[in-house]
Nanobody, 125 residues
Framework: QVQLVESGGGLVQAGGSLRLSCAASGGSFSTYSMGWFRQVPGKEREFVAAITWRGGSTRYADSVSGRFTVSRDNAKNTVYLQMNRVKPEDTAVYYC??????????????????WGQGTQVTVSS
């Protein structure tokens, strides 16, 4: 297990940008893939993006591909989600999570073992 704390959420206008951060502590970070998920009330948590342990490979949901970028800084135990050209449908609580070890990228939330508390992102039209 590792403790994860997201930050950077807030209110942004459609077409704008936002950068989310997720700081890890108290456990292993650099040897695990990391992921971002989001959830709106009444819906299941959905996969957004994931990155391998060294950042060499990434994977995105079709809905955010080309607009969002996931990255990590293992020296700072932090993973980021750069959100560009945001849309009202991107409004959700965003969670970071620790995934499988090394280079496995998964879209299944059940394969992620540690989760942050989430940060709210609201996109106004």
């Amino acid at each position: 297990q590792v403790q994860l704390v997201e930050s950077g959420g807030g209110l942004v206008q459609a077409g704008g940008s936002l950068r989310l951060s997720c700081a890890a502590s108290g456990g292993s970070f650099s040897t695990y893939s990391m992921g971002w998920f989001r959830q709106v009330p009444g819906k299941e948590r959905e996969f957004v993006a994931a990155i391998t342990w060294r950042g060499g490979s990434t994977r995105y949901a079709d809905s955010v591909s080309g607009r969002f970028t996931v990255s990590r800084d293992n020296a700072k135990n932090t993973v980021y989600l750069q959100m560009n050209r945001v849309k009202p449908e991107d409004t959700a609580v965003y969670y970071c999570a620790r995934g499988p070890k090394f280079s496995t990228l998964s879209t299944y939330s059940s394969l992620y073992d540690s989760w942050g508390q989430g940060t709210q992102v609201t996109v106004s039209s």
